[in-house]
């Protein structure tokens, strides 16, 4: 049939719209491609590198220098040292077992190794770097260098290590540091990623632990540029990390070293405190270990020896370890007793060997008694009996505050591990942790620092600063981070009446320096720096009434772990002073026999600087020390070489 004019209009009609709407949609699909295009190639141009990149980029984090700790005179007593080690990334590696086999053919590898970094590269991301091994000789690094194209992932490194230069003197100190474990992580909401590093060190112990955000720094990053097996072909960037604080102590390294020295095997401990701003220039703890060891992954041997050491050299005794004071807490009861006006300083008190106390008798030290003693002679001659019938009159609740106005009882703000705040019991103390009531016999026994009284060296040390400036003097161990100094401690007006405090000053100035003093045989014979001290003997063990009839058995026939502690504690020089000394002598005997003579020599070694001269020392003791000062020049010598060595 033959189209009108009309139906051929139309038809073309039609046609156009759809010619117009197919292209308007070709042109609109064109210019959404368009778009597309340009979001990707401009926009997203960056993340599509970085997809690429990641193809044959490899991005590390670098560890940052830990900071340094010194002492007081800039030597450094923790320190960095350059180490060799062999890394493996497993998804670089492949078939991580024949990488391993064949790292083993050009270095020795333990079996204890190979496992260890097996079942790290098995915890670890497959795009962490875990080291294989560690601490390996340059010649050793050389040829796994020269083998690369043979050993996929694997990339020979330098890295940095911590290193304790003066090996045991500052272990309880500064501590050491560790891999990150499970429970370091978990300190953390969101760890840090660089705690997950394998075998990253962080402290575990001591300053190192305390000041770990301080002295940790931030990481810094690589980009490296692998090939197809893995090879580091290149580093293409490195953005360096910021390093550690570096920090500064308050100790004296010469007067640390000196004290280790010369508490040889004893299970001991001192303290040496400025009395004028509370800095610690010694806090030393015998025996010891070496924190090297630590680092470096110490052996089950090594450890279960410091562990199973009866005389614990794992235990910072300084701050970790509390005591009963014995006789050293006396100062206390009469500061309190003077403080509260019950006691007048010529007041005399009949000390027949013995008091009654709620049918109980407590003993005096001296079986025969001391006669008539006043408040001066009850120190000088260290009389039980005097503090019993101070005890009486004053009252636990008194001689409590005053031992904590002295700085007993209190937690000292150190950074160490374990800082014990001891025990300055009271009634209320009873009733809460034990169940039960107060008694008179409690009040007794406190009195003379025995019974629920315990008290640490550090605790001691500051009391006795506290005694001698009568201010509340507070211990210092940072001087400085990173240059800033930290405030000193040197504290307020304790408001003590001066008077009082000159009498206990007097007395301890007795016991060291009048003949029927208990550490007379350990005083100090130069004039400008005689001292003023106090002996202390803890029991650690009861003594019967059959014993005590037949006869108390000495120190010295006892087992060493039965044996009383030995304390002493004393400020100098007695007319200006500037040092208080803390000692304590685990199961060592009487407080005048072992303790005084170790805190002589080191005040004489402090308040000198070096070794001090002959006439500072009674001259009956002359030769003998001559031949202790030469004994412990050469093993100080043998020291400082040792720490050059390790250096």
């Not at 340009?38 to 990149?53: G, I, K, N, P, S």
């Not at 309880?172 to 909401?189: I, K, M, N, T």
């Not at 025969?368 to 609740?397: F, P, R, T, W």
Request: with cysteine; net charge neutral.
């Amino acid at each position: 049939m033959k189209r009108t004019p009309k139906d051929n209009a139309d038809s073309a009609r039609r046609i156009t719209r759809r010619g117009l709407i197919l292209g308007g949609s070709q042109v609109a699909f064109a210019a959404v491609l368009a778009g597309r295009m340009r979001y990707m190639q401009v926009e997203q141009a960056d993340e599509f590198r970085l997809l690429a990149e990641e193809n044959r980029i490899s991005i590390r984090a670098i560890p940052p220098a830990r900071g340094r700790i010194f002492d007081r005179n800039g030597i450094v007593i923790a320190d960095n040292e350059p180490t060799y080690r062999i890394t493996l990334v497993k998804e670089d590696a492949g078939n991580v077992e024949d990488v391993i086999a064949r790292l083993s053919a050009l270095i020795e590898l333990e079996d204890d190794d190979i496992n260890r970094a097996l079942s790290e590269i098995e915890r670890s991301r497959p795009d962490v770097a875990v080291t294989v091994a560690d601490r390996i000789s340059w010649e050793e690094l050389s040829r796994v260098a020269a083998n690369g194209p043979a050993l996929p992932g694997v990339q020979p490194e330098v890295g940095l290590s911590r290193l304790y230069p003066h090996g045991d003197t500052f272990a309880h100190l500064a501590g050491y540091v560790g891999p990150v474990s499970e429970r370091d992580l978990a300190r953390y909401e969101d760890p840090p990623p660089l705690l997950r590093i394998p075998r990253f060190q962080v402290g575990k112990v001591g300053i190192e632990a305390k000041y770990e955000e301080v002295l940790r720094g931030r990481a810094g990053d690589k980009r490296l540029e692998v090939n197809n097996l893995g090879r580091v072909m290149r580093e293409l960037d490195r953005r360096e990390g910021q390093p550690g604080s570096d920090m500064q102590l308050t100790v004296d390294s010469r007067l640390q070293e000196y004290v280790k020295a010369r508490l040889g095997s004893e299970s001991a401990s001192v303290v040496v405190m400025d009395v004028q701003n509370g800095d610690l220039l010694t806090i030393a703890s015998s025996p010891s270990y070496d924190p090297n060891k630590f680092v470096r992954g110490i052996s089950v041997a090594d450890y279960a020896a410091l562990r199973d050491n009866d005389h614990r050299p794992l235990a910072s005794k300084t701050v970790q370890d509390a005591y009963p004071p014995g006789s050293t807490f006396k100062m206390v009861t009469a500061m309190a007793a003077l403080d509260a006006g019950l006691v007048a300083p010529d007041e005399t008190v009949w000390c027949p060997g013995h008091l009654e106390v709620g049918g109980r008798r407590f003993h005096c030290w001296k079986r025969a008694g001391h006669g008539h003693m006043n408040l001066e002679q009850s120190l000088k001659e260290s009389c039980d009996v005097y503090y019993y019938d101070l005890a009486l009159k004053v009252g636990i609740e008194n001689i409590a505050a005053m031992g904590r106005r002295l700085g007993l009882g209190v937690a000292h703000d150190v950074p160490m591990s374990a800082v014990t705040s001891g025990l300055m019991p009271d009634k209320a103390w009873k009733r809460a942790e034990r169940g039960a009531e107060w008694v008179i016999g409690d009040t007794v026994n406190a009195s003379i620092g025995q019974g629920f009284v315990l008290t640490s060296p550090l605790q001691l040390a500051v009391m006795t600063a506290r005694l001698a400036t009568g201010r509340s003097v507070s211990p210092r161990l940072v001087k400085s981070v990173s240059e800033v100094e930290t405030p000193e401690q040197g504290g307020e007006d304790l408001g003590l009446n001066p008077a009082h405090l000159r009498q206990i000053q007097r007395a301890m100035f007795a016991v060291s320096n009048n003949r029927r003093g208990t550490a007379y045989g350990s005083r100090i014979i130069a004039e400008a720096y005689r001292m003023a001290g106090k002996t202390g003997t803890s029991q650690v063990r009861n003594i019967t009434a059959a014993e005590r009839a037949r006869g108390v058995t000495r120190n010295e026939d006892l087992p060493w772990n039965r044996r009383d502690h030995a304390l002493f504690v004393n400020f100098a020089p007695y007319e200006a002073p500037r040092i208080a000394v803390a000692v304590v002598v685990e199961h060592g005997g009487g407080g005048s026999a072992a303790a005084a003579p170790i805190a002589r020599d080191v005040t004489l070694q402090a308040l000198y600087g070096d070794t001090p001269p002959l006439d500072a020392y009674p001259e009956k003791d002359r030769g003998r020390i001559s031949a202790q000062q030469e004994r412990l020049q050469r093993e100080l010598q043998t020291r400082e070489e040792q720490a050059r060595g390790r250096a």
